[in-house]
Every structure is written in C-alpha cells, then in structure tokens.
C-alpha cells in the first residue's frame, strides 16, 4: 500500500482547502480509507474514512457539515473538501488505509484498525 497526499497549506480562519490522497497497492472494495490528523502534543485522531464494502461515510462531530469526503475510483484518488476552516483544524494530514490482519500501533476509529499511512501533509489556519 502507498499513500501519497498532497493539497496542505496555509489559510485563514474561514477559508478553504482540498486535500488529496493518490492511493495504490490495495482495492477500495476490500479496505477502508481515511483522513486523520495529529496536531502538536495531541494525539492523532480521526476526521473521516470511506467505508465501501459497508456502504458508510463518516466524519468526526468537530468537521461535520464543513469537512467532505470524496473519491474518484478511476483515479484511486480520495479528496478531502475542507471548508469554514478553524484555528483548531492546524495540523499534519494523513491518509490511513484499513489493515487487516490487525498489527500492534493500528489506530482504531469507526470500529477500524487503520494501519498504512501517507507522508502527511500540512495544513495551518491563521486566525
């Protein structure tokens, strides 16, 4: 599996960015794939995963209504549309895809163990 993520930056308080994560090494049909994010001396934590096999999309409360999540199979592409974004959504983005079996440093979110992860890429809003 390979992730590679692209898209951070710097904005302000209220503006927006589109995150994407070119995906290679697995199917959309048999794992998860998702966005987390780690701020400084915060653990990393999830903010949405697509979910094909169970048909289900989801999203942390804190980006609700703001953060969408798309993909583009043909391109094994998945976005990630940040808008209204906040102080409090600084942080390195990572994309993460399922890992099954289930290793030890997975990290468990939407009752997934997410256990490949991208470089990370940066996103900073000013205030």
């Known amino acids: 599996v390979q992730l590679v993520e692209s898209g951070g930056g710097l904005v302000q308080a209220g503006g927006s960015l589109r995150l994407a994560c070119v995906a290679s090494?697995?199917?959309?049909?048999?794992?998860?794939i998702g966005w987390f994010r780690q701020a400084p001396g915060k653990g990393r934590e999830g903010v949405s995963a697509f979910i094909k096999y169970e048909g289900r999309t989801e999203y942390d409360d804190s980006v609700k209504g703001r953060f969408t999540m798309s993909v583009d199979n043909a391109k094994k592409t998945v976005y990630l549309q940040m808008d209204s974004l906040k102080p409090e959504d600084t942080a390195v983005y990572y994309c993460?895809?399922?890992?099954?079996?289930?290793?030890?440093?997975?990290?468990?979110?939407?009752?997934?163990?997410?256990?490949?992860w991208g470089q990370g890429t940066q996103v900073t809003v000013s205030s």
């Open positions: 090494g697995f199917s959309f049909d048999e794992l998860a």
């Open positions: 993460a895809v399922e890992r099954r079996p289930v290793i030890p440093g997975v990290v468990l979110r939407w009752g997934l163990a997410f256990g490949f």
